[in-house]
Structures are given as C-alpha cells and as structure tokens.
C-alpha cells in the first residue's frame, strides 16, 4: 500500500509561530501518500503535535499551505472547512470522549458531520448510522459495552471506544496524537493494532506521533522525524538504520532521552 | 552527585514587608475612626429587648385555625417561585453558553453580555419587586417577573463558571470530527454541563421560595402581604402562624431540593 502514489496531504513551506513568540514548525515541506502509515517520532516540544493539528487546523498554521486531497484546508472556511475535517478523523492522547454519554453516543459523534444541524438536535440519527456504530465497536472488541457509560470503561477500552468513532467517521485520513501515551505497553499494542486494521482493512491513511520507539518500528512504514519544529528524518522504516533514532532523541539539542 | 550537608545553605530569612505592617494599621485606625464618626453603640442593638420577649411570646401561641387561609396563599407563593425560576432558568441557559469564553471566543460579546449581567445581578430582589409593581402593577406577576430576573443572576453566574470548567477534549474531538458550533454544543458541551444546571435551578428555587415570602411586603403578591397584614395590627398570634407554616414548608422544599442535588452530582 506504500507504493500508492496518491497524495492526500501536502505541506508546503508551513510555518508554524505561536502568539508568544516560540516557533512550532519551520518551513515544513511534506507529501503523505494515500494508505501510508506514517510514525512521525521527536522528542517532546519537537513540534509533533503542532504538525498533526495543522493537518486538520486544529491550530492555524502562520505561513505557507496545506492541502487535503488536493484542496486546501488553510483557505477552507465554514462548510467547506466541516466537510474537510470530515475526511479526517482524530484519535488523541487523552481519549476525548464525553465522560457522562454512552458508548453508543460517543460512537455516533463521528457521524455528526454527516448530518444537518437540526436533525442531530432531536437525535435523529438513522438506523444505519446506529447500526454501523455498532458494527465499528464490534471491529474493536467492545460490542458488550455498547450502552455503558464512557467513564465505566479503562484507558484502552476509551481510546478503543475513539478509534471506533473514527471508523464511524469513515474519514480518508487518521491523525493520531500520541495515542498510547497513557496506556500500558500491553494495551498500546492493541490500540495499534486497531489503527492498522483501519489502514489495511478501509485503506485509512494514518499519520501517528508515537513516543515509543520500539512501537513505531512495528507499526509505521515510514517515518519522519522532527527536531525543533523541522523535518531532520524522512524514509522509509525498513530502511531506517537504528542511528536515526538514537539521533532524533539525543542529538540536536543533547539532551537526553527524556520519553523513553 | 548528592551534596554533603556543609554545602547545603540553610534556609534564608523571610524578607521583611514594611507594608504589610502599614496595612494592618491602616486597617485597625480605618475601623476606630468609622466607629466614631457613625456613633456607633453596641448597646443599642438590645435597646427594645424587652418588647420583643413580650412579642415572641405571643408569636409562640398561634392562631391554628388561621393556617386553612395561610395554606392556599402559600401554594400561591410556590406557584410564583415555580414560574420565576422556570422563567429565570430558560434565559439564563442561553445567556451562559453565549458569556463562556470557551464556547464564544468573540471577547466583545463576552465582554458586553458580561457587564449587562453584572449590572442586573448587582439589583436586590426587593429592589426588584418593587420595580416590577411599578411596572405592571400589584400582584403576582410583579413577583413572578421579579422572581425571574433574581434567578437569571443567580443561574447565570455559577452557570457560566461551570461551563468554561469542563473537559475541552471533547469539544476539539467535535471540531476535528467537522461538526458545526450547534453540534459541538449538543454533543460536546451540553452533557458535561446539564446536571450542574439543574442543580443550580434547583438551588435557585430553594432561594426564591425564601424571598416570594417577603415580595409581597410590596404587593408582588404571594403571603407576604398578610405577613405586613398582621403585624401591622398586632396580631401576632396569625404572624406566628405564617410564619411556622413557611418555615415547615420552606425546610421541606430545601430537605428535597438538597437531596435530589445530591444524587444529581453522582
């Protein structure tokens, strides 16, 4: 699947300053081909989670361009900014799920975009949206808890629960920000086994920060490398030589592998 | 690479502040020379001590027979502090979610709805009352209108500082999803707020069942009109009745009111 040769995400010459003055990406010129998985590694501050909040425009980028299959999310206003970030689902560090909703509700908040304003008002959802909801929480192992409530539920079976809101989704693209950095290894390896599944089963392109080396030379089959919010790595992981990282980690700046 | 203890310092005085010192003196000479320019005495708080023992005492044998006519008028007093909340409570709903800076980031329209809130919640529910009879007339409506915009201050303020207290993960997981600003209300933010919204309309009524009882001191209605009433005729023995009826009825409300809150809170 990496040697599709459809990009979807394009940066060009992005730049990221933040109000105070610190600078999150310098001059980020990046194609993401569609079906990749991506690992972007770095050391925490690195400006990681600043690149993969510009992909959606969490964060608004200060210079240069960005573009989501071909069109551009920095220009993208209103609608047509929704319906962008409809084609790109999020999986985040500290799950993001509404704690006093249900499992069900949590899962139909991917669907959300697909609908007008008034219909989500009374709830009106279509069968077939519950039904794939359900559907989408079975794929990630957790049909039985369809009705608990989201805060019943562990770390993994939370960051589960997101995953299957983003399979609901049905997005071309998958960001996810650290998305095992609060669990156990154990726990880890199953929420990236879900990831994968949804980039080899739906096709789904995944770009991941990942903390743990280890993880990222299992799950990724590319990756990019960032030290102070610029590009010092980009190839693919088989050919990665083990240098690479203990460089990302230790060089640069020489400070020590703080987030192992 | 531990230190040994005679390269430790040992722990460096406080710094002095003059002018925490300047302050409690200000402070101390502020409240002797406002004791003497308002010619304040502690005596005269127990000046007519006696009267209100002979008064208590009668208060103390109440005329039971009057309670069949405090009762319905107290039934209208809760009518009135029911519709002034429910009231009170609708605009206050909206007007919160329009104050709190993480739902509207405009600081302008924060920034103004803010003063105006200020302004109405700086009015006394009395003040108000008295307002409203002036407005559209004796009765209860007075009280009612009253009673409304007494609750928007009170929902209104704690409403808005619990909103901007919730999870924001929620909300960037809806904005990333692509929901519009309605959407991410409905699912993000109303779920996270909605049971200390009703516990603060709960609370709110618990307050505004207190204060009907004495709105009708100006005519807006409800039982305080019959409180003036018999006092002013010397009738204590019917005052006595008013008023262990209201606190009985006051103390049950608060006693359910309270516990639902609690079990909301869970």
Not at chain 2, 146 to 153: E, I, N, Q, R
Not at chain 2, 191 to 212: D, G, H, K
Request: charge should be neutral; proline fraction near 3%.
């Amino acid at each position: 699947m990496a040697d599709s040769v459809k990009p979807i995400i394009e940066l060009k010459h992005t730049s990221k300053v933040y109000d105070n003055g610190t600078v999150g990406l310098k001059d980020i010129n990046l194609t993401i081909n569609q079906g990749e998985f991506v690992v972007i590694v770095g050391l925490s501050g690195a400006g990681k989670s600043t690149l993969l909040r510009s992909i959606n425009r969490l964060h608004d980028i200060t210079e240069g361009d960005i573009l989501i299959d071909g069109k551009s999310i920095t220009k993208a206003k209103g609608k047509n900014l929704r319906l962008i970030r409809r084609d790109i689902g999020m999986i985040f560090q500290s799950f993001n799920l509404v704690k006093r909703s249900s499992v069900l509700r949590n899962v139909l908040t991917g669907r959300v975009a697909y609908y007008p304003t008034w219909k989500t008002t009374f709830n009106l959802f279509t069968k077939e949206d519950k039904q794939k909801a359900y559907e989408a929480l079975q794929q990630v192992g957790l049909a039985e808890k369809v009705y608990a409530r989201a805060d019943e539920l562990s770390g993994g079976q939370q960051q589960r629960v997101a995953i299957a809101r983003v399979l609901a989704q049905n997005p071309k693209i998958i960001l996810a920000d650290e998305p095992t950095a609060s669990l156990d290894p154990r726990t880890s390896e199953r929420v990236l086994n879900d990831l994968r599944m949804l980039n080899e089963k739906y096709g789904m392109t995944v770009v991941a920060n990942l903390h743990s080396v280890e993880l990222a030379k299992e799950f990724g089959n590319r990756v990019i490398g960032i030290r102070a919010g610029e590009v010092v790595y980009d190839g693919k992981m088989s050919e990665t030589p083990e240098s690479v990282f203990t460089d990302i980690y230790n060089g640069g700046n020489g400070s020590e592998d703080e987030d192992e | 690479m531990s230190k040994t203890e005679q390269d430790l310092m040992s722990l460096p005085k406080k710094k002095f502040k003059f002018m925490n010192l300047a302050w409690i003196v200000i402070l101390v000479a502020g409240l002797f020379v406002s004791i003497n320019v308002t010619n304040t005495h502690l005596s005269e708080l127990f000046a007519n001590f006696g009267q209100f023992t002979e008064i208590f005492v009668q208060m103390s044998h109440p005329d039971w027979s009057y309670s069949s006519t405090v009762i319905p008028l107290l039934l209208e007093t809760i009518k009135m502090a029911v519709l002034g909340t429910l009231f009170g409570s609708i605009v206050a709903f909206v007007y919160s979610l329009l104050i709190a800076r993480n739902i509207v980031k405009n600081k302008a329209v924060t920034g103004t709805l803010r003063v105006i809130m200020n302004i109405i919640r700086t009015i006394p529910d009395l003040l108000l009352g008295a307002i409203f009879v002036a407005i559209v007339g004796i009765g209860p409506v007075a009280g009612i209108l009253a009673l409304s915009v007494f609750t928007f201050g009170v929902v209104v303020k704690l409403f808005y500082e619990a909103i901007e207290t919730i999870d924001p993960g929620p909300i960037e997981a809806l904005i990333a999803v692509g929901a519009n600003k309605l959407q991410i209300i409905h699912f993000a933010v109303l779920p996270q707020i909605m049971t200390y919204f009703i516990s603060y309309v709960l609370y709110a009524f618990e307050i505004n069942v207190r204060a009907s009882t004495v709105l009708g001191y100006l005519g807006a209605g409800g039982i305080g009109l019959y409180l003036q009433q018999t006092l002013q005729v010397f009738d204590y023995a019917k005052t006595g009745t008013i008023i262990i009826v209201i606190i009985v009825v006051v103390v049950i409300i608060d006693y359910i009111s309270s516990k639902s809150r609690e079990a909301l809170m869970r």
